[in-house]
């Protein structure tokens, strides 16, 4: 561990045998932009796709055709970390990822970014939808993540940040649905209902928290489609969206 900031960031790739009883190596790869970690692997056919660099911001086309010799073809740079890889059409991948900015010496303000790679031929850039003070399950846990294929929407709960004197106005935890079209992904937030727990504790001075529902707004934790239909997933209430 002394040697650790020298280390280099590698990528292995393992075989099993039929019986799936072993695992060996059989080639690897130091990516490009390595930085100090990878935060997102997606295996694409015959290609793998691998975000590093400073926050998991470039990600890697590498061409496995020959698995012992892993070969990366383009690299393309995001405004965000590569956490999560979505494909949503041919030679086309959602990368959902969060995104930081600094404001002054210390403060950082951070946000979310749905970036479409068209990968034809080396990666580009086709489409990128971000927006600041949101996080999501999304980007650690995949379930999180649901894509409709039927309608080419991306769908994942998001969650408001806020820090008094530099945040925008509340708001309630939503379901963010983003449509992937030929240009930038279109967003719509969709709030859900007050699950019925009670009426709502004060805000200042003593309470009985037996009497009142002290947990706020639902947060949507998945987002399910259903026989044609959409439907929110909350930590109090699970509710049907007109598909429409």
């Known amino acids: 561990w002394e040697q650790r900031n020298e280390a280099d960031v590698t990528v292995r790739l393992l075989a099993t045998d039929a019986a799936a009883r072993t695992l060996d190596e059989v080639g690897t790869l130091v990516p490009v932009e390595a930085g100090i970690a990878v935060s997102g692997l997606r295996f694409l056919g015959e290609r793998l796709l691998v975000a590093t660099g400073f926050g998991g911001n470039v990600v890697s086309s590498v061409d496995l055709s020959d698995p012992t010799a892993p070969t990366t073809t383009g690299e393309v740079t995001l405004?965000?970390?590569?956490a999560y890889f979505q494909p949503v059409?041919?030679?086309?991948v959602m990368v959902?990822?969060?995104?930081?900015?600094?404001i002054g010496d210390?403060?950082?303000?951070?946000?979310?970014?749905?970036?479409v790679l068209d990968l034809t031929s080396v990666p580009v850039v086709a489409g990128t939808w971000s927006q600041e003070w949101l996080s999501t399950p999304a980007t650690q846990h995949h379930h999180?993540?649901?894509w409709w294929p039927n309608r080419s929407i991306a769908a994942f709960g998001i969650d408001h940040q806020y820090r008094d004197g530099v945040s925008p106005p509340w708001q309630p935890p939503q379901a963010q649905l983003?449509?992937?079209?030929a240009a930038a992904p279109t967003p719509t937030a969709v709030t859900p209902r007050q699950a019925d727990l009670g009426p709502p504790c004060p805000t200042r001075g003593e309470y009985d928290p037996t009497t009142c529902d002290s947990t706020g707004p639902p947060a949507v934790q998945r987002v399910l489609v259903v026989d044609g239909a959409p439907w929110l997933y909350t930590s109090e209430?699970?509710?049907r969206l007109d598909p429409q």
Do not use: N, Q, Y
């Not at 983003?178 to 079209?181: E, Y």
């Open 237 to 239: 209430s699970l509710e």
């Open 96 to 102: 959902l990822g969060e995104t930081i900015r600094s």
């Open 178 to 181: 983003l449509m992937s079209g």
């Open 106 to 115: 210390e403060d950082f303000v951070g946000g979310l970014h749905a970036t």
């Open 89 to 92: 059409g041919d030679d086309r």
């Open 79 to 82: 405004p965000g970390a590569g």
């Open 144 to 146: 999180a993540f649901t």
